[in-house]
């Protein structure tokens, strides 16, 4: 199988003049929502890849193996270009070689990789950055894992909130350097901070959430703005659906009483029915 298009999509975007908000996807369900939909990029969150395959918070207990699995699912189950929360690559810049290695293969449009100091330190409640010398080190070797050139690499700094916009301009100006495809932020709080790294850096920029100032996306796009996430609902609604109809049978409700179900219709397409019994009655000699 092939991934190259999906890439390609991606890049388009980052290319383009406008900027996209991509759908939240943690599963065959969701990514075959959001691509029905016509989203034109999925995100595949570290938060919620934790909560959809541990049912745990997002403090680093997912294993490599753990999202790149969740991950090829979603290629086979969706067409959609994927962008996926690396996190910190998931140890030092070897480890983030072999990160690179098994996304790609996975079929990850693009991927990010953070300075963040993860998992978290003894005894520090407070995030904390690695030394910017590493967070350059775990970027070339990124993109020295990259077997498909098409596949996306962007370089993430949380230090906007972390420790200052200055660092974090200084940070991204180094990742930049070293042939990173996209600058990835959080943490940004108002617009002079955007328009100083815009102006400080030349590379597309994605934004992992923003405060209310910041979602005007014709702003964002004259900042140099290509995508913008917008959290991750599509989870926290599907988590709140399933409570409310636990709690119904729990409490007694008969199943044909339930509200808010998805109909059947909605539920062939999303199995991409149509599909199975067209090739049960090519392949398997069945009826439509």
């Not at 044909?256 to 998805?262: E, I």
């Amino acid at each position: 199988m092939t991934f190259r298009s999906r890439r390609e999509k991606l890049r388009h975007i980052l290319s383009a003049s406008a900027c996209v908000h991509p759908g939240s996807v943690y599963d065959a369900i969701s990514i075959r929502i959001a691509e029905d939909l016509g989203f034109p990029l999925g995100m595949f969150g570290g938060s919620v890849a934790s909560l959809a395959v541990l049912g745990d918070p997002d403090v680093t207990l997912i294993t490599l193996t753990e999202l790149a699995e969740q991950m090829r699912r979603m290629s086979r189950a969706a067409s959609l270009p994927v962008l996926v929360d690396a996190d910190h690559g998931y140890g030092n810049a070897l480890n983030v070689r072999r990160t690179v290695q098994e996304l790609e293969t996975a079929g990850a449009a693009g991927l990010t990789i953070e300075d963040t100091l993860l998992p978290a330190a003894f005894g520090e409640a407070k995030a904390q950055l690695i030394s910017l010398e590493e967070g350059v080190g775990k970027i070339k070797g990124a993109l020295d894992a990259r077997g498909d050139a098409s596949l996306v690499i962007m370089g993430r700094t949380g230090a906007a909130s972390i420790t200052s916009i200055e660092d974090a301009i200084e940070r991204a100006s180094a990742y930049e350097a070293t042939g990173v495809d996209a600058l990835f932020f959080t943490g940004i709080k108002s617009r002079a901070e955007l328009e100083a790294i815009a102006s400080a850096t030349r590379l597309p920029i994605v934004l992992g959430g923003a405060p209310d100032e910041l979602n005007a996306i014709d702003y964002l796009a004259s900042q140099r703005v290509r995508i913008a996430l917008q959290g991750h609902a599509p989870i926290a609604a599907a988590t709140q659906a399933i409570y409310e109809v636990q709690r119904a049978l729990r409490e007694g409700t008969p199943p044909k009483n339930l509200k808010g179900l998805a109909s059947s219709e909605l539920t062939g397409r999303i199995m991409r029915e149509a599909d199975i019994k067209a090739r049960s009655a090519a392949f398997l000699g069945l009826k439509k």
